[in-house]
C-alpha cells in the first residue's frame, strides 16, 4: 500500500471531524487495527479500500494516490494547458504578475529538468506535493479574502486548513531530505547517486539556456527577502 493512503485516510477522517474509534466502528474493523493502517503499521485488503472509498465518498484511485482528484478523474500530460500557449499568459494593465509568473515557470522548468535526469518516483511526488501545497495556499488566502466567496470550493474546513497544509508541507520537505540523504521513503527506490544533481551557475546557463536568467533573478529575489526578514 502506499504511504498515500496512509496520510489520505487520516486526513479524510480528520476533514470530517470525527474520532479515530468512530471511524473505526463505522468501518467494521477495531480502533487499534485504523491506527495501524492510519501509521502505515499493517497493509489493508482491497475491501477494506473500497469500504473506506464509500465511507468518505471519494474513489480509491485517490485512496491510492493514482489520482489527485477525488473523484478519481485522470488527465493526460496533453490535456494539461501550457503556461507558455494559454491566452491569459499575459496580464493586462501590470507586467508584474507576469514577470514573476515567467521567474517562477522558468525556474520550474530547471528544477524538473533536473528531477529527470536521476528518475526517482518518490522524490518526485514529495517535491510536487510541497509546490501544490504552496500555490493551493496562496490561492486560497486570495479565494478568501472576498467574504461573497463560497467556501464550498473547500473540502479542509477554515478552521483546520492552514495548519493542515503547513503540516503537509513540512512533511513533504522532509521526505525529500530523508530520500536525498539515502533513506527508503513510499517503497522507492533508494536514492543512491549523489552526483546525479550536480552542477554550476555554468553548467546551468549552457543546458537551460532559456531559462537561466529566471531562475538566477529568482534566487537574488529570494535571498534579498530572506535577509530583510531576518533583520
Known sequence: MTMEFNRIITLL??????????????????QALLSHYEKGIRECGLDFVVRVADYYGVSCDYLLGRSADRSGLT???????????????????????????????????ILYGELAKCPNKALVTEVSAYLKLAVYKMFRLL??????????????????????????????????????EGELVDD?????????????TESIKKKYPLYDYSLLKLIESSEERIKIDAE
Not at 477522517?13 to 468512530?22: C, D, F, S, Y
Not at 500530460?77 to 522558468?106: H, M, Q, R, W
Open 143 to 180: 479565494y478568501s479574502s472576498t467574504p461573497k466567496n463560497t467556501q464550498s470550493l473547500f473540502s479542509v474546513s477554515k478552521g483546520r486548513w492552514e495548519g493542515y497544509s503547513n503540516a503537509s508541507m513540512f512533511t513533504a520537505e522532509a521526505n525529500v531530505k530523508a530520500i536525498l
Open 188 to 200: 522507492g527506490p533508494v536514492f543512491k547517486d549523489q552526483d546525479c544533481f550536480a552542477m554550476t
Open 13 to 30: 477522517r480528520k476533514e470530517r471531524g470525527i474520532t479515530q474509534k468512530q471511524a473505526a466502528a463505522d468501518l467494521g474493523v477495531s
Open 75 to 109: 488527465l493526460k500530460v496533453e490535456d494539461i494547458p501550457s503556461p507558455e500557449t494559454a491566452k491569459d499568459s499575459i496580464y493586462k494593465g501590470s507586467t508584474l504578475p507576469t514577470v514573476n509568473k515567467k521567474f517562477i515557470s522558468n525556474s520550474l522548468n
